[in-house]
């Protein structure tokens, strides 16, 4: 099973990015797929769940402003993020549910 995770970058409060994430080594369409994230000097922590089709859920903080989705032909999944807030500054992973690996992640920097 492979990730890599895309779309990261410097951004102000207030502002939007799309991550995307590119899985491979496995039965995509089939699997729920999550986001995870870890900031600086803490744990890492789930963000969000998209289930195959294509319903999600979201941690408390994001809720409202973070969008899953997915593209099974792609093999891909997405996070939207809008009105973002620097405690959203973190590494942003996503993963298969029940996998042990990871990707390198992408950085998330809201400052301004």
């Known amino acids: 099973e492979h990730f890599e995770e895309f779309g990261g970058g410097l951004v102000q409060p207030g502002g939007s990015l799309t991550l995307s994430c590119a899985a491979s080594g496995f039965p995509f369409s089939g699997e729920i797929m999550l986001w995870h994230r870890q900031a600086p000097e803490k744990a890492r922590e789930w963000v969000a769940t998209?289930?195959?089709?294509?319903?999600?859920f979201y941690t408390d903080s994001v809720k409202g402003r973070f969008t899953a989705s997915r593209d099974n032909d792609r093999n891909t999944v997405y996070l939207e993020m809008t009105n973002l807030r620097s405690e959203d500054t973190a590494v942003y992973y996503c993963q298969k549910d029940g996998s042990t690996a990871w990707g390198q992640g992408t950085q998330v920097t809201v400052s301004a």
């Open positions: 998209v289930f195959p089709g294509g319903a999600t």
